[in-house]
Each structure stands twice: as structure tokens, then as C-alpha cells.
């Protein structure tokens, strides 16, 4: 007679609380959006924040050799240590001196720099505390941390003053439970770079607050003539600070899977506990790809810096390009950036008011001219859109240029609106005993 078990008799396989909880805001809403281009117009997309895309946009040689010669080392094809070979960390604490003083023990290697920010999050928070993440803002924060059971509490970025950060706002949404503060710096969606003045300001209500910051600095140097990047690092006094980069937007490579953590710790808070505790989460997946940690001490001190200055450029021209197409867009503000490769645009959605939200507007410009731009929503705030700036100039060109037609051909005129207005008023009260005591006249 065969054994009888003693679980369940349906069969069934459930997934995890882990793998329901984790849920992607973009792909949620673009899979949501009925987004059937014009099959008459090239479709042109404006919405993947991938340098790589078109083509237009390559690392140099330096770096493609690097990863070449990389290739033939045996040592290139095992394991390294969890959080990476010592020369390639060693490479990166030098790569990082702008954010202070930074050696090989302060460096995790990570698969990308979400990697790196799955790591920081989950090191310093635990289900049921929550982090503070910027309002508008990238939503792997959100995907990562609710997976694990950690609140996220927005703070709200100022769209009229540069992105600024409401320090009001930030200080009020801190709680007991408050386990980090979030800055992205230089800015995606927003392309905003923050000033010496007000990192610091940002820097005291973290330290008054006694928390740690996660500094999101994947656009390191990656800001527009006249503004400078400074890393919030090179600024603490004592606020501890994991920050994480890589070289997935720099250096145009973000299928290659290498980001990094450099722990800042001036005043040793973090201790042992963190550091250690960075160690343990690194062995979760036995270390990033070491093709690429073998090529890494090439590609950081090889890649020249008139590369970096190109592509800049390129993206400051495209940036001015858009700019100055868009604003003469009726019903929108394109608000110029400072870096990084993005620009945000607000949509008045009251001048369009045959779009409920900018979620129609996108799709509606999607379907009438094969343009797709990601609706603010995806960042959690409605009524903008971005745009990426990496796309070829004249493909940018001809998407601006169906922009404003959408635009002229959507958008409610100053007249048509004081025709409303005017309805509106005959419709009133006093207006319809008006209207009826002419007719008894008449
Ligand atoms: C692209 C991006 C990342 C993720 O980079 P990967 O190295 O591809 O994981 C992290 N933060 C911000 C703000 C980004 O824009």
C-alpha cells in the first residue's frame, strides 16, 4: 500500500508573498495604455531611458577593448568574492575620490545599479519601517522596497523652482519608522542637478533627524555647462551615506550589469553592523559578473574624458533642442534641465479638456502621431510627461515638431475658453431670468 500524505490533497502552487508584492508602476501603466500608434507615421519613441536605443549613442573603443582583453583571463571566467575582486573595487575607490575619501573596504560590486540599490534599501531597512523617496522620482524604489514589506513615504520635489526639494515636506513625512532618506542626483525624471547650498540643507534635516541617506548618483558628471555635480558625500559632516552609481549611464553600457556601493561613514554610525551586513546581502547572488570586474580598472582609468564631454554635450544640445521646440507647444511647459538625460513637461491638462488625464493625452498622441512619452503618473505626478533626450537629433526634431501639431490641434484656445466661460455664464441663474424676460419681450 503506498504512503498517504499528510498535506493538502489539492494540488496547488502559489507564489510567494515576495513575488505578488512586487509589482513595476511603469509597466503596469503602459500595459494599461492603449498605445496603437498611427500605422502611417514612423513610430518614435520618446520613453525608454536607454542611451542605447537608436544606435546614436556608444562607449568608446577604450572601453570595448577593456572588456575584449578581459575575455582571455581565466580569471575573468570564475567566481570573485561576493562584493567583488579587490582590484576592481580598488578601481573604483579611486574612480569615487570626488566623494571623499573612498578606499577598496568601502566598495560593493553590484549587478547595476539597481542591484546596488536593492542592497542599500535592504541593509538599512526592514518590513514595516519605510524610506523617503523624491515626488517626482524613479519607481524602482517602489518596486524594491514594497516587495520586501518597506513603506515608501514621498517627499515632493518643487517643479517650479528647479526640483528643489520642499525641506518642509521631507522633515514632516520623517517618522519613527523612517529608515533612510532617498536623493537622486542628478535627477531622473527631472534632469535637475542640486547646488552645494541645497545639498546641505538636505544634509541637516538628516542629520537633526539622525538618518542615513541612499544617494542615487548613476548621473554623476553628467550635468549641462554652468552647473556643477557635487556629490552629497563630499559634503557630511557625519550623516552616514551609501551612495550608488555604476557604469550603466556613463558609459552608455547598461546591459553589462555593473553598479557599485561606496559606503561614507565619516563618523562611524554605520559601524561594523552595516558594512557586514552589505557583505552578507552581496553573497545572496555570489557576486557581479567578473568579465566586467576585470575590465573595470581599464574602462574607469582609460575612458577619455573628451568622451564623456561629447556625449554631454550632445545631450545639453539635444536638451536646448527640445526646449526651444516645446515651448512654443500651446498648453505645455517644458522645463529645461540641468542634466542628467531627461526632460519633464508639464501638461495643462484644463487646456485639453477632451483628455481626462495626461494619460489619455499620451495615448491620443501615441495613436494620432506615433509619439510615446511616459506619462507622469509613472513617477507619481500626473499631468507631466518625460521625455528622454538620447534619441538621434533629428528624430528628437520630428517628434517635437508632431508635439506641437498635437498640441495646436487639441489644445483649447483663449478664445474657445472664453466662450466656455461664457456659456457657463449664461447658464446661470440670473442669467436664464435675463434671457426669459427678453423672450417675453420679444
Ligand atoms: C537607470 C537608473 C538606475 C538603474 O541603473 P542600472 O545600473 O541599469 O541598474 C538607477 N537609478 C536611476 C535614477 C536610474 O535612472
Redesign the pocket.
Known sequence: MSRRSRRNPVWEVRASTLARNTRNLIREIIENLDVQPNPDKQLIALSV?DPTTFGNLNPPDQVLQAVRESIEWHTSRGYGPAKGHIEARQAVAEYSAHQGHVTAEDVVLCS????A?ELAVSVLADSGQNVLVPRPG?M?YKTLAEGLGIDIKYYNLLSDQQWRVDLDDLENQIDDDTAAIIV?NP??PCGSVYSREHLQDILEVASRNRLPIIA?E??EHFVFSDHEFISMSALSKDVPILT?S?L??RFLV?GW?M?WIVIHDRNNIFGKEVRKGLNNLATRILGPSTLIQRALPTILKNTPQSFFDEVVLFIENQAKLAYKELVLAPGLRPIMPQGAMYMMIEIKTNKFPEFKNELQFVERLMSEQSVFCLPGQCFEFPNYMRIVLTVPEEILREACRRIIIFCQEHVVSREKILEIDENVVVSSEAEIIRKKSLTTVT
Open positions: 531611458g547595476g545599479c539597481s542591484h540599490i524613479f524602482i537622486i535627477s531622473n542615487d548613476i548621473y550608488c555604476g550603466t549611464k547598461p550589469r553598479g
